[in-house]
């Protein structure tokens, strides 16, 4: 029942964000070739020191002719993409120090393979969880038990930070907090994440690992969980969970200072979730500000950060909804690493509707191209970094659901919302389907 009703959530606000957008015109965005590359988040942390996100500063984002959109230069390569803190939806993890190490949560465990999916042969138990959750007053809100999202630790391989949809024992959902918990011993004991002082369990934000041994737990002030520019509260562990302290935000060790801010965990009303901001620093971590619009999470959809230089980045979003005066497109690009943004407008994927400004499912792959499914079906669309027209691909298996496909080697691989079970495609069948 309780898995019903996030479908129906789900659907219900989809309809509400296809009602909302606006038309627009279309280019295509002038991206570089590049040669595949792992889409997985930055891989280690800097030497420089960060301190604690201002309040008062925001990036504008001038709003530009879409029919001039910002080129890429040719020079540029993809160099990471870091996709959203998925708090809702299920997703394949990847070490980033080690792709052949991939995992994903399924009822009562973590599956977990050391050869990039091949075999699937070990499995940490969570069932534990719930009992951890009730000693602090809350219950595991999901029929399935399974967790939501795993963090992999690089340094420590018997450590795992999950994240679990719960609610508040006494009084049920909704709300629904995601929070975070782990374990330092492939599962036989499992705790909950402290917050630092001045935050709470049901302000945890997401797991970070920017390669090498640091794990960051973000977590948001009570009362601020709806602003993006509100204080940031990082707890940090560097010896796979053993000992936690309050830590600091850290840029990627390559390209711009761009990372993703806590996602919102209180998710209030109906289940609407909450934006999740962009924080860019152009002092190497000394100080911080918050990209508006924030990236809206109001329907199922990845959401990325794409960097293909020191001053070039993207983000993409192909569910976003009106989040300020203007409309956030799905795509906005900066020269400047992320100082200035320009919005670009995509060709449409339905000639028929080519004013729904909505790309269900959008994201960026290792060669620079574009995933998208139709606004009106779940056919998925693929568009080359060259052409300006979409393209039905040639594989019938992807998901009917626009969910994340992580790229792993020469796969693609999501996690399917039905059975919770991993799937997988080559990167070869993401071509043009025959007409």
């Avoid at 707890?235 to 600091?248: L, V």
């Avoid at 918050?290 to 199922?300: C, H, K, N, T, Y």
């Avoid at 407008?345 to 959008?362: F, K, V, W």
Wanted: net charge negative; with cysteine.
């Amino acid at each position: 029942m309780q898995k019903i009703k996030f479908i129906v959530l789900d659907i219900f606000f989809l309809l509400i964000v296809v009602a909302c957008v606006q038309a627009q015109s279309t280019q295509t965005p002038e991206l570089p070739t590049a040669s595949p590359t792992s889409m997985s988040s930055p891989t280690s942390r800097p030497t420089e020191t960060a301190v604690p996100i201002p309040t008062e500063t925001a990036v504008p984002v001038p709003t530009v002719n879409p029919t001039s959109p910002p080129a890429i230069t040719d020079a540029s390569r993809l160099l990471w993409v870091s996709s959203s803190a998925d708090l809702f939806n299920r997703v394949i993890s990847v070490d980033p120090d080690n792709p052949q190490r991939i995992a994903y949560c399924a009822p009562d465990q973590i599956r977990l393979s050391l050869d990039g999916g091949q075999t699937w042969e070990e499995a940490i138990p969570t069932h534990a969880i719930s009992a951890v959750a009730e000693e602090s007053g809350y219950t595991i809100f999901d029929s399935a038990s399974a967790c939501i999202s795993v963090t992999l630790d690089p340094e420590y391989p018997g450590s795992f930070f999950i994240v679990f949809a719960t609610a508040q024992e006494q009084f049920g959902a909704p709300p629904i907090f995601y929070m975070g918990f782990f374990t330092t011993d492939n599962g036989s004991t499992w705790q909950l994440v402290s917050p630092p002082p001045s935050a709470t369990l049901e302000g945890f934000g997401g797991f970070w690992n920017l390669g090498g041994e640091t794990i960051e737990a973000l977590f948001t002030k009570p009362g601020q969980i709806s602003d993006p520019s509100a204080n940031i509260l990082v707890q940090e562990t560097a010896d796979g969970g053993r000992t936690w302290q309050p830590g600091e935000l850290s840029c990627p060790q390559s390209g711009p200072c761009l990372r993703w801010g806590p996602a919102a965990s209180s998710i209030p009303g109906m289940g609407s979730p909450l934006p999740q901001g962009i924080l860019v620093s152009s002092d190497r971590g000394q100080t911080w500000s918050v990209v508006d619009p924030p990236v809206e999470l109001r329907a199922p959809s990845p959401n990325q950060l794409a960097a293909f230089s020191d001053q070039e980045i993207a983000i993409i979003s192909g569910s976003s909804a009106l989040t300020t005066e203007s409309e956030a497109p799905p795509l906005r690009l900066s020269e400047d690493s992320g100082l200035t943004w320009q919005m670009v407008a995509l060709p449409p994927i339905s000639l028929e509707n080519a004013d729904l400004n909505y790309y269900p499912g959008l994201q960026i792959l290792p060669d620079e191209s574009f995933l998208a499914q139709s606004p009106e079906s779940s056919t998925w669309f693929w568009l080359s970094s060259t052409d300006s027209i979409w393209c039905p691909i040639n594989s019938d298996d992807l998901p009917i659901y626009p969910v994340l496909l992580q790229s792993v080697a020469d796969q693609l691989w999501w996690v399917d919302p039905e059975d919770n079970e991993a799937r997988h495609i080559s990167l070869s069948e993401i071509t043009c389907a025959e007409s």
